[in-house]
Nanobody, 119 residues
Framework: QVQLVESGGGLVQAGGSLRLSCAAS????????MGWYRQAPGKQRERVAL???????NYAESVKGRFTISRDSAKNTVYLQMNSLKPEDTGVYYC?????????????WGQGTQVTVSS
C-alpha cells in the first residue's frame, strides 16, 4: 500500500518560517513529479510548487522568492521550505506525487498538514 505522510506544519507568526516534509512509502517502482498544494478555508485547492524528476521546479506566483521545493530521491521525500510567511499562506498543505506502482502511473495525495500564520 502506498502512502504519502506529511509533517512540519504548525502555527507561526508572520515573517517566520516552516519546513514541510512528505515521505512516500510502499510498493513504489519510481517517482515522477512531486509537489505541494494548499487549501484555505472557503477556497479551492491550489498548486503551490512542483518538482520534476529532473529537478525542474515550478512555483505559484504568490510564493515565488519565499518558498523552495526540494526532493531527496534516495528517501522518496519532498520538502517545502517556507520563509517570510504571510497570513494569506494559511491553509491545509497537501503533498502530491505521481508514482509508478506496479505497472500503472497513479496520482497520490497525503492527508494534509495545517499551516497557520498569525498576523
Amino acid at each position: 500500500q502506498v502512502q504519502l505522510v506529511e509533517s512540519g506544519g504548525g502555527l507561526v507568526q508572520a515573517g517566520g518560517s516552516l519546513r514541510l516534509s512528505c515521505a512516500a512509502s510502499g510498493s513504489i517502482r519510481s517517482i515522477n513529479a512531486m509537489g505541494w498544494y494548499r487549501q484555505a478555508p472557503g477556497k479551492q485547492r491550489e498548486r503551490v510548487a512542483l518538482i520534476a524528476t529532473s529537478g525542474t521546479t515550478n512555483y505559484a506566483e504568490s510564493v515565488k522568492g519565499r518558498f523552495t521545493i526540494s526532493r531527496d530521491s534516495a528517501k522518496n521525500t519532498v520538502y517545502l521550505q517556507m520563509n517570510s510567511l504571510k497570513p494569506e499562506d494559511t491553509g491545509v498543505y497537501y503533498c502530491n506525487a505521481l508514482l509508478l506502482v506496479q505497472s500503472s502511473m497513479k496520482n497520490y495525495w497525503g492527508q494534509g498538514t495545517q499551516v497557520t500564520v498569525s498576523s
